[in-house]
Each structure stands twice: as structure tokens, then as C-alpha cells.
């Protein structure tokens, strides 16, 4: 277990009593050395994850190490969330638990601000009178109603899962296929209208105008 200086270390029994925290720890958390020695780890776990501890020293118990997030209170009564490595080692002749955990607070605003953004994205998409489709390798995991009622289908989400080029005429696949290597090489750039032919979902064919972006869907490259 690799151990850095930004990383909270507590070595505590099964039953949670403290035996070890270094300073890191202490600085987290807020208590001084000796309030936070007095604590039991029932006490820092937040109720959702207080309810998984005999759970987790089961299943730790057994495997040797185990690794999860869980939310610790601070001592103004805050909460913050926390990356937790753990293992079990010997302390005075005895078996204990030793875990290394690290502040993730950051990643979880970061998460926050993804989901929220890619929210906004989607109800920007919903909200459309054109055609939008988002399509990440190949297939199209987003489409707005104006799209499915090009295509012929019944919502946006009946396009989900589907190939992109199974929609684009035969005669336009290979210009569609470059295209998309293009926009994923250069994804500042935005591909010109391209007049092409899109098939429907009972093979008849419709005249389209399509431009395409690049953009980045569940946190990876996609096209637009």
C-alpha cells in the first residue's frame, strides 16, 4: 500500500477503537490529537456510511484489503467525503485494520459540476426545433424528438444504442465515416453543412443538411 504525505493514515481495531492517526488526520477532521484518539470510527462515519462498517471489516476480514469512498463528520459537524485503502496488519501481537485515505472533495465537486453541466446539455438538446443527435463510437446515445421523428421513430430514446451509420444512405457512408475522423482529430473545429441522404427507420430515404462537432458525452469524446 503505497502511502503519500496528503494521505490520512489510522490504524483502529475491528471494533473501531483508535490506536494510530498521523497529523494529516487530525488536520482533516479538526480535533486535536486527543479528541480525535477518544473517538470510536462509529463516531466519524456519517449514518449512511456508519451502516456499512461491520459490513465492510467482514468482508476486509476475509479478502485481506478492500477499498471504498465513505463520508467522515468533521468536529464543526461538517461532513467531507473520503478514498479509503485498507488492510489488515498485526499491532502488538493482535490483528487491526490500517487504513490510508484521501480527500476527495475536489473530485466530487468535479463530478457534480459534470453531471449538472451534462443535464443542461441534454435539456439544450430536448429543447431543439432541429435535429440533434449525439453519437460516442459509433453508436448514438443521445437524440432529441425532432430526430426521432426524422428517423421515424416514436422518441429520442428509441435511437439510443443504435449505429449512427446504419441511419446515413449507402452512397454517403465512407464520406460520413471520414467526417467523423476529422471532427475527433480537430475537435475545435466545426465540420461544414454537409447535403446527404439519411435513412429512415422503414429504409425510405430523406435529404438532409448535416453539420457535426465534436463534444465530450459521460465525461468522453463524442460528436454532436
Not at 453531471?115 to 435539456?123: D, I, N, P, T, Y
Not at 439544450?124 to 448514438?140: K, W
Not at 429520442?156 to 444512405?169: A, M, N
Not at 460520413?176 to 471532427?183: D, F, K, Y
Request: glycine share 6%.
Amino acid at each position: 500500500m503505497c502511502i503519500r504525505d496528503s494521505a490520512s493514515v489510522v490504524v483502529h481495531t475491528p471494533e473501531g477503537e483508535m490506536l494510530y492517526a498521523n497529523q494529516r488526520t487530525f488536520d482533516l477532521h479538526g480535533w486535536t490529537k486527543e479528541e480525535f484518539m477518544a473517538l470510536n470510527l462509529h463516531q466519524l462515519d456519517v449514518p449512511a456510511s456508519e451502516v456499512l462498517i461491520a459490513r465492510r471489516v467482514e468482508e476486509l476480514q476475509r479478502t485481506g484489503e478492500a477499498s471504498f469512498d465513505v463520508e467522515h463528520f468533521r468536529k464543526d459537524g461538517s461532513s467531507f467525503p473520503l478514498h479509503v485503502m485498507t488492510k489488515i496488519t498485526r499491532w502488538n501481537d493482535r490483528d487491526v485494520i490500517m487504513s490510508v485515505a484521501m480527500d476527495i472533495s475536489d473530485l466530487k465537486k468535479t463530478e457534480i459540476a459534470i453531471r449538472e453541466s451534462e443535464e443542461r446539455f441534454r435539456r439544450l438538446i430536448a429543447s431543439s426545433f432541429d435535429a440533434v443527435v449525439v453519437h460516442q463510437d459509433g453508436a448514438i446515445v443521445l437524440a432529441n424528438d425532432a430526430a426521432a421523428r426524422l428517423a421515424g421513430a416514436a422518441s429520442g430514446s428509441d435511437l439510443c444504442g443504435r449505429s449512427l451509420i446504419d441511419f446515413v444512405h449507402p452512397a454517403f457512408r465512407g464520406l460520413v465515416a471520414e467526417r467523423v475522423r476529422q471532427v475527433l482529430g480537430s475537435p475545435e473545429q466545426i465540420a461544414s453543412p454537409l447535403e446527404e441522404q439519411f435513412l429512415r427507420l422503414d429504409g425510405s430515404a430523406v435529404d438532409v443538411e448535416a453539420m457535426a462537432t465534436a463534444t465530450r458525452y459521460d465525461g468522453r469524446p463524442a460528436i454532436m
